[in-house]
């Protein structure tokens, strides 16, 4: 390293990483910046996203609104959104060749609905820009030397730089929990996050593969519900109402070492008393109809043939010859369904870690550390995650950008 040429060292080549990297190397061409990923290949996690799809961000441009996604980090990205948000991100790969469209979710992915398409992006553009990037090589020291960092590579050689970005993910993968901890950092318990509740005496696993659309889960009555898809699989439920509860509660589920009873209300938004007045309304409008063959009508039908079953309630029974009491156990079954949960599975399209470098440590202006000089941080081993729908991209692409930004503007 000579002729006064700063060097930057980014640790983790996953989006954080990538975008830090290229946004430092393009706003100040006069810098070093070298990349270290520890595998064998970098943007690992952007290849499988989505499914193969990479949902790259959410359709959602208004930084308040959009940091309501964020269970952990809300208040912290909700300021750094102002400096780069999906709309950024969006313009960002627009400008390099990479159009994105929005599905009715709100969810965004490449027109080409492929990952690599994203990968190829970041890689040419970490190229155009002369961005130096090593595989294979694992961070597993990192030390403060007067002005410079020294970072140890491996184990063995080292590498000094200027200014250096941790840019990890899941900080329990990573192997620097200590090496932070040692230079004054707290971590907030590492747990997992965006997860399937397992239900042990699956009382609806006849109907697997069945998915209500707008359903609200609660995961215990003091919490907020969460509202979305449920979907019933082989070992319990998922789908995004699900997963959202899953995020929001993620710490308090991890206490209760993920055994605890859910309650669902399989007409979402409907309020019991609305429920109870359409429960009076068929008993004269379907009087001779048979219950169990005239469903709510945004109910799949056999999960009304399961909801009426388990209340006993006869197959020949007719609406006007519902007795009192099973109209109002059909009520509960439909408003307040409750079933034990005991253990997760971790959702394929997308898992994330709760926890992390602690936010209060870190400067979200520059994402530098308030208390080590030098030391940026970028992504996922933050103490920040969002819910399901690109947000966990968009906490990265930011988080990236503005570390980037800071260390080119901020070269000692
Ligand atoms: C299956 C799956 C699908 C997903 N799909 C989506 C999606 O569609 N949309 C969405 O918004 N989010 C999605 N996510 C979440 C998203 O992938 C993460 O939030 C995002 O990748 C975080 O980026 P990151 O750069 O912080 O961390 P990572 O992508 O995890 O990258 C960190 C990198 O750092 C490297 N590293 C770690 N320790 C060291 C070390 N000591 N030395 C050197 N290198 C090191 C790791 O090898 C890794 O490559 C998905 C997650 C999973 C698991």
Request: aromatic letters at 6%; proline letters at 5%; charged letters at 25%.
């Given at each position: 390293m000579g002729g006064g040429t700063k060097t930057f060292v980014v640790i983790g080549g996953g989006a954080a990483g990538y975008f830090c990297a290229i946004t430092a190397a393009e706003s100040n061409p006069s810098l070093r910046v070298i990349l270290l990923e520890?595998?064998?290949?970098?943007?690992r996690k952007v290849k499988v996203s989505g499914g193969g799809r990479?949902?790259?961000?959410?359709?959602?441009?208004?930084p308040k609104e959009l940091s309501t996604?964020?269970?952990?980090?809300a208040k912290e990205l909700r300021g750094a959104f102002h400096h780069w948000q999906p709309r950024d991100t969006i313009d960002w790969f627009d400008k390099r060749g990479v159009q994105t469209k929005v599905e009715q979710d709100g969810r965004m992915f490449p027109v080409t609905n492929d990952s690599q398409t994203v990968i190829d992006c970041l890689l040419s553009q970490a190229r155009k820009h002369a961005v130096s990037e090593r595989l294979d090589a694992r961070v597993t020291a990192l030390k403060q030397r007067q002005e410079q960092w020294e970072v140890q590579v491996n184990g063995k050689e080292s590498l000094l730089a200027d200014r250096v970005c941790l840019?990890?993910?899941?900080?329990?993968?990573?192997?620097?929990e200590q090496v932070l901890a040692g230079l004054g950092h707290s971590i907030s318990p590492l747990l997992p996050s965006l997860f399937a509740f397992n239900l042990?005496?699956?009382?609806?696993?006849?109907?697997?593969g069945v998915a209500v659309q707008h359903a609200a889960v609660r995961t215990s009555p003091q919490n907020t519900a969460q509202h979305g898809p449920v979907l019933i699989t082989h070992r319990g439920l998922s789908g995004p109402a699900i997963l959202r509860a899953s995020a929001w509660d993620a710490r308090e589920l991890a206490g209760l070492n993920y055994q605890f009873t859910t309650e669902i209300n399989?007409?979402?938004?409907?309020?019991p008393i609305e429920a109870q007045n359409r429960l009076q309304e068929f008993r004269k409008?379907?009087?001779?109809?048979k219950v169990k063959n005239n469903?709510?009508?945004?109910?799949p039908k056999r999960l009304w043939l399961h909801l009426v079953q388990s209340c006993g309630?006869?197959?020949?029974?007719?609406w006007a010859h519902l007795s009192k009491q099973s109209m109002i156990k059909l009520l509960q079954q439909l408003t307040a369904y409750q079933v034990e949960v005991s253990g997760k599975t971790m959702n394929k399209e997308e898992f994330v870690t709760c926890g992390?470098?602690?936010?209060?440590?870190?400067?979200?202006?520059?994402?530098?550390?308030k208390l080590v000089p030098g030391l940026h941080f970028a992504g996922e081993c933050l103490d920040l995650d969002g819910i399901t729908g690109g947000f966990n991209f968009q906490a990265a692409w930011t988080t990236g950008y503005l570390a980037g930004m800071a260390m080119a503007s901020k070269p000692t």
């Open positions: 520890a595998g064998n290949q970098v943007l990479c949902n790259l961000t959410h359709h959602c441009f208004d996604r964020y269970p952990r980090g840019a990890l993910g899941s900080l329990k993968q990573s192997g620097l042990p005496h699956h009382p609806l696993k006849e109907l697997a399989w007409l979402g938004k409907t309020k409008e379907r009087a001779s109809k469903p709510f009508e945004e109910l309630i006869d197959g020949e029974t007719t992390g470098v602690s936010l209060k440590e870190v400067d979200f202006r520059t994402m530098e550390s």
